[in-house]
Each structure stands twice: as C-alpha cells, then as structure tokens.
C-alpha cells in the first residue's frame, strides 16, 4: 500500500469512528493467534499490552480470552483468542496504539531482546512506532501519533 492510499484509508477509518449514531453491519470482534505455552502469553499480553483475561476456557479447551482492561460490568468490544498449537507462520503483527510519546518510550525502554524494530517515527499517519515479539515470534507493534481511535 503507497503512503498515500494509508492516509485515504486512515482519514476514512477515523471519520467512520466518529459516526457514534450508526453502527456498521460488520465489525470487528477478535482476532484469534496460535501460541504454545498460553500462561507465556497470558503474562506477556498482560505485562505488555494491558489486557486481562476475560474467559478462561481451561481446562478442557486451550483457549483463553483476553480484552483491554476496562470495567468488567461491560462486555469487551474486543477480544485477543489465545488458542494452542504448533506455531507455523507467525502473525504479521497487532498494533495497539499509547497515550503519550513518553508511554512508547518506556515500553522502548523495556523491550531489550525482544526489540523488532526500535523506535521510531514515520510520516503521517503512522507516526512513532517499535515492534516487539511475544513468546511464539508474534511481532507487536506500539504506536503513539496515529489518527485511528482504536476498539
């Protein structure tokens, strides 16, 4: 995708955020990843993106469900399934957007080892940006800047 075809589709998605009075037919819920060791990823998704488990389907069924932190008296309008098997092809990458700059650069300051790509900015709309890989290879982007409101 050319940059200018990401800001077109970054300015529809933004301007389709804000059309509280409408919701879309289709949306989106979860996205589903393939991990080996669930309490790994658990503990990763939990340090690292502030998500909490919201079902947890074990024993019996590996898979749990995990959403941003928020009251639990509403349900989630997103969730991250954590399901196990054999990791075959990692998953390009989730992008989960900070509050502030200074937010992205303490998580730069933590990343260490699991760094993909250090920190760093890029015209509008991706603004500041870094990658980190969870414990199967999954890359994890955090983003500070981009003009998507975010589910």
């Known amino acids: ?15 389709m955020s804000d059309n ?12 589903t990843l393939i991990v080996t060791d669930l309490s790994k ?10 998500m909490q ?10 898979t749990v469900w995990l959403a ?21 092809n990692p998953f390009n990458h989730l992008g989960f957007q900070v509050e502030s ?3 992205l650069k303490e998580i730069a300051s933590r990343a260490g080892a699991i760094t993909v790509s250090a920190l ?6 991706v603004g500041h940006f870094l990658q980190v890989r ?3 290879g999954h890359v994890v982007e955090f983003t500070y800047g981009q003009p998507l409101k975010g589910i």
Not at 20 to 31: A, D, E, G, V
Not at 53 to 62: I, K, M, S
Not at 78 to 87: A, N, P
Not at 120 to 125: L, N, V, Y
């Open 120 to 125: 760093r900015e890029a015209p509008a709309p």
């Open 41 to 50: 990823s658990i503990a990763f998704y939990e340090s690292w993106c502030d």
């Open 68 to 88: 941003p932190r928020a009251s639990r008296s509403e349900p989630p309008v997103f969730v991250l399934v954590l399901t196990v098997d054999k990791v075959v």
């Open 1 to 15: 995708m050319k940059l200018s075809e990401a800001v077109v589709l970054a300015v529809r998605v933004a301007k």
């Open 20 to 31: 509280s009075s409408s919701k879309p037919s289709i949306y989106l819920t979860h996205l």
């Open 134 to 136: 969870d414990p199967d």
């Open 53 to 62: 488990l919201v079902l947890d389907r074990r024993p019996g069924n590996d």
């Open 101 to 103: 700059l200074s937010q």
